[in-house]
C-alpha cells in the first residue's frame, strides 16, 4: 500500500487513528486519487472525499463520526455546514503531486493556501 503525506494549509497535521483508517480505505477504492481531503467538524463528524489530479471529487462525500453508528442530529440537518468546521487538511497519497498541483487542489477544496 502507497505511503500517505498529510498536510494542511498550515503545515502537517496527521490523521487520527480512525481518520486513517477511513482514509485507506476511500483511497483503495479511488484509483484515480491523488489523495483524500478530511474536514473535522466542531460536533466530532468528519467529512472525508477523494481528489483526482485536477482537484475534482473522485469518490462520493463520506460522513461519519467515530464510534457511533450515524452522524450526529446536527450533520443530520445542516450536512456539516462549513461553519462548524475545526480543522481541515488534504491526506496526500505517494507519489504526492507537485506543489504547484498540491496548491491548486487545496485551494479549489479547501479554499485556503499552502
Given at each position: 500500500?502507497?505511503?500517505?503525506?498529510?498536510?494542511?494549509?498550515?503545515?502537517?497535521?496527521?490523521?487520527?487513528?480512525?481518520?486513517?483508517?477511513?482514509?485507506?480505505?476511500?483511497?483503495?477504492?479511488?484509483?484515480?486519487?491523488?489523495?483524500?481531503?478530511?474536514?473535522?467538524?466542531?460536533?466530532?463528524?468528519?467529512?472525508?472525499?477523494?481528489?483526482?489530479?485536477?482537484?475534482?471529487?473522485?469518490?462520493?462525500?463520506?460522513?461519519?463520526?467515530?464510534?457511533?453508528?450515524?452522524?450526529?442530529?446536527?450533520?443530520s440537518v445542516d450536512h456539516?455546514?462549513?461553519?462548524?468546521?475545526?480543522?481541515q487538511f488534504v491526506s496526500?497519497?505517494?507519489?504526492?503531486?507537485?506543489?504547484?498541483?498540491?496548491?491548486?487542489?487545496?485551494?479549489?477544496?479547501?479554499?485556503?493556501?499552502?
Amino acid at each position: 500500500m502507497a505511503k500517505k503525506q498529510h498536510t494542511s494549509g498550515k503545515g502537517v497535521l496527521p490523521p487520527e487513528k480512525g481518520e486513517q483508517a477511513m482514509i485507506e480505505g476511500i483511497l483503495e477504492g479511488s484509483p484515480d486519487a491523488v489523495g483524500v481531503a478530511v474536514i473535522r467538524l466542531n460536533c466530532g463528524c468528519r467529512k472525508m472525499a477523494a481528489l483526482d489530479q485536477a482537484g475534482d471529487p473522485a469518490s462520493k462525500i463520506i460522513m461519519y463520526r467515530d464510534n457511533a453508528e450515524s452522524i450526529c442530529d446536527q450533520c443530520s440537518v445542516d450536512h456539516g455546514d462549513f461553519s462548524r468546521v475545526t480543522k481541515q487538511f488534504v491526506s496526500w497519497k505517494s507519489p504526492e503531486p507537485d506543489f504547484y498541483t498540491k496548491k491548486m487542489i487545496v485551494t479549489k477544496v479547501l479554499g485556503t493556501e499552502e
